[in-house]
């Protein structure tokens, strides 16, 4: 089994390594030119056999106006300048000034390509906050309410395909955005431009990708809940299945899963704000989680003011106006990029220390910590390999599920391995007093129907403190263990043995009548006396007491007739057995 879940471990982890490696290698070859001067020349690319194209680079920017275009080859004649996309527009700077994060605004882009009469179509991805398109003059795509004013600007979260057609080759796209909502305003992601079926098929293959990663880290939830469930003192179980609920929600927030399969439509704020919960609630629950598990390297201190941090964070965001709570992700990024240099310092100590499954920790740590600066310099277009902070959250998690198993597993064997021997003879290893009684309780030995009955047979080995005197302990303890042997193999499957205390044993024979239990407990007795004498070359001999339960009688009752008819056998000469009236 553990071999088994290693290869599995392994499997899973080589499938996101090659996911990484396809995800960049396709971004990073991806046909993308840049926009100069508001225009676009896409004359050298087949637009209809390309995959998605980036509409990145220089657009036309008019800031604080709303304006439209007369046609393609026509300026437009108010001030404008140029602006990056996709780069949100309170990072840059118009005519030299700065620019307010709220606001609204006109991006203008003319694309020109070989003309086709094939059907082509525009991703349009999440802005701040309300955008207006239009493609030729033609309103093709409205989120939201887009306003010269707050009081009626409606910002909305809406990603989505928009079909479009340019038999001429020219597009002359142009797009009014308003934001008073959030930080940043204007293109955060890259407007993508290809045929109808090329973009329908990158939307399935980001769809597939998200709702695998979701599935994952929902099953994993699911599956600690159930170990928390089995094993509520363990809070190690529970602090992972809260952390997979919230990257999973995360993903499906992120990738905008539910928007894109028209599954659901939050409002804006209440989208706005999952997403910011869902990344500020990972940290606290990641590090509780590993000081639970390496207490010596993750001390409480550092925990407890991580905790506090990401506390404050959280309240700020739930009781705050998106506009207000959305000005400090910067430095809750700052924050938690320290909180992940300290993991991985302390994992990594831990591992040299050989704590258990540190080194499969360290090893889910560095995935998650290249992939997460990969996204930061994604975010700063410094590289263009794509967003994959959830590959390497779902690999950190793997790796913290596949630990939390192994501890689950080992945890339960010796639990196993602790109840058997509280229950266990260790020399004659049949049941004890307390596991006899336990036994009595699991099989219902006592509620029987009016018409069953059991019998109860009470051994003792006669004059054994004697033999020990004159063998020895060790032949004793031999006697004693290939007594119990021989009992084993002649009493029945569902009879129940134990050793009582000292040389006496107890035997439940259940629905077994007088009759029957007097059968067995002479033949038991004669098997004894026979074998035991010739093993150890000294006579030995047993009583036996025998009683039959009566109507609605408890055991401990039954028990006292039995070691009445024992105290008759012995006063009867011993090596016999007795039946209580």
């Avoid at 087949?46 to 220089?58: F, R, T």
Wanted: aromatic fraction near 10%; charge should be neutral.
């Amino acid at each position: 089994m553990p071999l088994l879940s290693v290869a599995l471990l392994g499997a899973c982890l080589f499938i996101l390594l090659v996911s990484v490696v396809v995800e960049v290698d396709s971004n990073l070859f991806q046909k993308n030119s840049n926009a100069v001067d508001g225009r676009l020349d896409l004359s050298s690319l087949d637009i209809a056999h390309s995959q998605p194209i980036q509409l990145s680079g220089e657009w036309q920017f008019y800031w604080q106006q709303f304006v439209l275009s007369d046609d393609f080859a026509t300026d437009i004649t108010t001030p404008h300048d140029l602006l990056q996309t996709p780069l949100s527009w309170e990072s840059q700077h118009y005519l030299g000034k700065p620019i307010s994060p709220d606001g609204f605004a006109t991006y203008r882009l003319r694309v020109t390509f070989k003309p086709t009469n094939e059907l082509l179509a525009l991703s349009i991805p999440v802005m701040g906050s309300a955008y207006r398109l239009y493609v030729n003059q033609e309103l093709v795509d409205e989120v939201g309410q887009i306003s010269s004013n707050k009081e009626n600007s409606v910002a909305a979260y809406s990603p989505k395909i928009v079909a479009i057609s340019a038999p001429n080759g020219q597009l002359d796209i142009v797009l009014q955005v308003s934001n008073y909502e959030l930080v940043w305003g204007g293109q955060w992601y890259p407007i993508t431009l290809a045929s109808a079926d090329k973009q329908f098929q990158a939307q399935l293959k980001k769809l597939i990708r998200s709702i695998a990663i979701a599935a994952i880290f929902f099953t994993i939830a699911v599956l600690s809940l159930f170990h928390f469930a089995l094993r509520p003192s363990d809070v190690l179980p529970f602090l992972l299945a809260v952390s997979c609920i919230c990257l999973g929600l995360r993903e499906v927030s992120t990738s905008h899963l539910l928007y894109i399969s028209d599954a659901i439509s939050l409002g804006f704020n209440t989208a706005i704000r999952v997403d910011f919960l869902t990344f500020y609630l990972a940290i606290p629950l990641f590090t509780s989680y590993f000081h639970i598990s390496y207490p010596k390297e993750f001390r409480f201190w550092p925990v407890a003011i991580i905790c506090g941090i990401s506390s404050v964070f959280i309240i700020h965001v739930l009781v705050t106006p998106t506009e207000v709570f959305s000005h400090y992700l910067a430095y809750f990024q700052i924050f938690s990029l320290i909180v992940l240099v300290f993991g991985l310092i302390s994992v990594f100590l831990a591992a040299y220390r050989r704590r258990t499954g540190a080194r499969l920790i360290a090893l889910g740590a560095v995935i998650l910590f290249v992939l997460s600066i990969n996204d930061i310099l994604y975010s700063l277009r410094v590289i263009n390999t794509g967003s994959m902070a959830g590959l390497g959250l779902l690999s950190f998690a793997l790796c913290q599920n596949y630990l939390t198993y192994v501890r689950f597993i080992r945890d339960s064997r010796q639990m196993k391995t602790l109840s058997v021997q509280a229950n266990q003879d260790p020399l004659t290893l049949l049941l004890n007093r307390r596991g006899l009684m336990e036994a009595i309780k699991k099989n219902h030995v006592e509620q029987r129907q009016n018409s069953d009955c059991f019998s109860l047979m009470l051994i003792d080995f006669d004059h054994f403190k004697q033999l020990n005197d004159s063998l020895g302990h060790d032949i004793g303890d031999l006697v004693l263990a290939r007594g119990s042997e021989m009992m084993q193999n002649v009493i029945r499957k569902q009879d129940l043995a134990a050793r009582w205390g000292g040389e006496e044993f107890v035997i439940i024979l259940p629905n077994t009548e007088q009759q029957g239990a007097k059968i067995l407990a002479e033949k038991l007795r004669v098997k004894l006396s026979n074998e035991l004498s010739e093993q150890v070359k000294h006579t030995v001999t047993v009583s036996i007491g025998l009683a039959q339960s009566l109507e609605s009688e408890t055991f401990a009752d039954c028990l006292k007739r039995a070691d009445q008819a024992l105290y008759l056998a012995k006063n009867n000469g011993r090596n016999r057995v007795e039946f209580a009236s």
